[in-house]
């Protein structure tokens, strides 16, 4: 069973920067694909970024991130992180980390395990 745990987010103002980082047990990397999503109050989950564990590390982004969030991962570590610059009061939320199969991808019924969250919040 994998477990995840969040950790980065907090309070920053408009245009500032916070790196998310989620450590994962087990060889995560090299049998799941990780994922990022975040859920704000009153509005469903959904997708934020991923990354592949296999065939160059392909990633997939929101088009709201696209451009500002970068996902990557230290296998070294067992740590997927989200890199996440331009900030912007509509990026607040609850970001979790997932796991899935190899194609999982953008929908959070694809991915099996995930952890508790971090909160990031954006003032304006």
């Known amino acids: 069973q994998v477990q995840l745990v969040e950790s980065g987010g907090g309070l920053v103002r408009a245009g500032g920067s916070l790196r998310l980082s989620c450590a994962a047990s087990?060889?995560?990397?090299?049998?799941?694909?990780m994922g990022w999503f975040r859920q704000a109050p009153g509005k469903e989950r959904e997708f934020v970024a991923a990354?592949?564990?296999?065939?160059?590390?392909?990633?997939y982004y929101a088009d709201s991130v696209k451009g500002r969030f970068t996902i990557s991962r230290d296998n070294a570590k067992n740590t997927v992180y989200l890199q996440m610059n331009s900030l912007k009061p509509e990026d607040t939320a609850v970001y979790y980390c997932?796991?899935?199969?190899?194609?999982?991808?953008?929908?959070?019924?694809?991915?099996?395990?995930w952890g508790q969250g971090t909160q990031v919040t954006v003032s304006s």
């Open positions: 087990g060889r995560t990397f090299a049998n799941y694909n």
């Open positions: 990354i592949k564990w296999s065939g160059g590390s392909t990633t």
């Open positions: 997932a796991a899935g199969p190899t194609i999982a991808r953008i929908r959070v019924d694809e991915y099996d395990y």
